[in-house]
């Protein structure tokens, strides 16, 4: 009776065998061996990549398949090998990046330079801006051959009626000439607070918007991709037609991250100032201590009054997703100190502040919550605020950059 021929070792491959695919798939050559010796095939899964910066292969599961030699199976099988490739996981994301041209407005170009500094994937692309003697739009397109057949981004800034319409015949324009998708990157909804009705006769403006950018035409890879952060009201999403695919951001996890930073970090409560931003944000800050206010009506006056939660020696931070004249959260601020806040801080994604209204909030250096805020953030969604408020405490501007690059990656 011929003897059963041993079991054969197996020694983890060098990395120059490392080839992983898109699709994060591992594969080991066969080894040779000299005839009437044995062989084998080893079937190998990759089950995850498990460091940010070092690409870790694990292959959990290897099979012998080589049918004649099933007796080897289960030794075979219960091997676990890891092997470390020391290559850059930043490196291999940018190779397998979608390479995108990104277009600009003359108000969005330092928010444009910083998004395509946080990937080689993105390529900035100018548009020359100009005007007739009339005021009307003189708008060139240069090399408009030169982006066919690629992925193509616009990052739009409608901060007045009349920058509006001098970038939507852009907006329009881009998908036509031949380019694999367009994306408009939009990231503040300028007229997300007109969205409903109250009496015969009020117009919409939210629903206007949105029917002027669902017309947008298509381009070779289909609809428009519409990147909007923290529009003002969610239901505001079926306003858009078919032609167009909103994708709904929000600038909060840049707050968390702030918010990680602070030398008092757990001490934090978040204040909303009513309860529609409380049914906005709640879920994304429910880790944080809740305080919710509301406006209730005295006589002919509405006052604001904390509905609930506890402010006495917390820093507070109130977060909303805009705003205009600052009245609210003002009086946000004063009943918060007034229960003992020690420090009292504001965030909204959009700092509109028209007419300069961001010179009512004042920098606290401590000890007067009552009057002033220890940090007012915002972001970058507002440029022509960005510039007024750069470097005035108690504002500081977290940029959108980074998640939009990502989102131009979806």
């Not at 990157?185 to 918007?209: I, N, Q, Y």
């Not at 990680?260 to 906005?280: E, H, M, T, V, Y």
Request: glycine share 6%; hydrophobic share 40%.
């Amino acid at each position: 009776m011929a003897a059963t021929p041993p079991a054969p070792s197996f020694s983890p491959p060098s990395n120059k065998f490392l080839k992983p695919n898109s699709s994060h798939s591992l594969f080991l050559p066969k080894p040779v061996k000299p005839k009437n010796r044995y062989c084998f095939n080893l079937n190998c899964e990759v089950k995850s990549f498990n460091n940010h910066n070092i690409r870790t292969f694990t292959i959990e599961h290897i099979s012998n398949m080589n049918k004649d030699n099933s007796t080897h199976n289960n030794n075979t099988s219960s091997s676990l090998v890891s092997v470390s490739a020391a290559t850059s996981a930043s490196q291999f994301h940018t190779k397998n990046a979608k390479k995108v041209v990104l277009f600009y407005c003359t108000e969005t170009k330092s928010l444009a330079e910083k998004i395509a500094a946080e990937t080689d994937a993105i390529e900035l692309r100018t548009i020359s801006w100009g005007k007739f003697p009339d005021g009307f739009p003189n708008i060139f397109i240069p090399n408009a051959q030169g982006i066919r057949g690629q992925h193509v981004a616009f990052l739009a800034s409608f901060s007045s009626p009349a920058v509006i319409f001098e970038q939507i015949p852009v907006i329009y324009a881009l998908p036509k000439l031949f380019v694999a998708s367009f994306s408009l990157v939009l990231p503040f909804f300028p007229t997300g607070t007109s969205e409903r009705m109250e009496d015969e006769g009020d117009v919409a403006t939210a629903f206007t918007l949105a029917r002027l950018l669902s017309n947008i035409p298509i381009s070779r890879g289909g609809p428009t991709s519409l990147v909007i952060f923290d529009i003002h009201a969610l239901q505001e999403r079926f306003y858009f037609g078919d032609n167009i695919l909103p994708c709904f951001e929000s600038g909060i996890p840049l707050l968390k991250r702030r918010l990680q930073d602070l030398p008092d970090s757990d001490n934090i409560s978040i204040a909303f100032p009513d309860d529609g931003a409380w049914k906005r944000f709640h879920m994304q800050l429910q880790h944080f201590p809740t305080i919710v206010c509301a406006k209730v009506r005295e006589g002919d006056q509405r006052i604001v009054r904390i509905k609930e939660g506890e402010p006495k020696g917390r820093h507070v931070v109130i977060v909303d997703d805009l705003v205009q004249s600052g009245g609210t959260l003002i009086e946000c601020q004063k009943v918060l100190a007034s229960h003992g806040a020690a420090k009292i801080s504001a965030y909204v994604t959009h700092g509109i502040f028209p007419n300069k209204s961001w010179t009512r909030f004042g920098h606290d250096n401590g000890g007067h919550p009552e009057t002033a805020f220890t940090y007012f953030w915002i972001t970058d969604s507002c440029p022509l605020t960005v510039k007024e408020v750069m470097n005035k405490p108690p504002f500081e501007v977290l940029s959108l950059a980074s998640s939009i690059s990502t989102s131009l990656q979806i």
